[in-house]
């Protein structure tokens, strides 16, 4: 994280970091059999969507600077 905090933008990998939260509840699924409950499932959806919406508009503002 430090290479990257180095040559990114805090503002864009922090969201990326929380992805390990979406990666922790896939795993659990697929290796542990485990059930996802729909409020967990809703907060994995706002966290991609968020990351998505960040990574979307970051990507436009260096284009456009």
Known sequence: MIFAFRYGEL??????NSMSYVFAAILAVLILHEKIPPLTIAGIVLIVSGV?????NSNCST???
């Open 11 to 16: 503002s864009v990998l922090q969201p990326v």
């Open 52 to 56: 998505i919406v960040i990574g979307v």
């Open 63 to 65: 284009t456009i600077s």
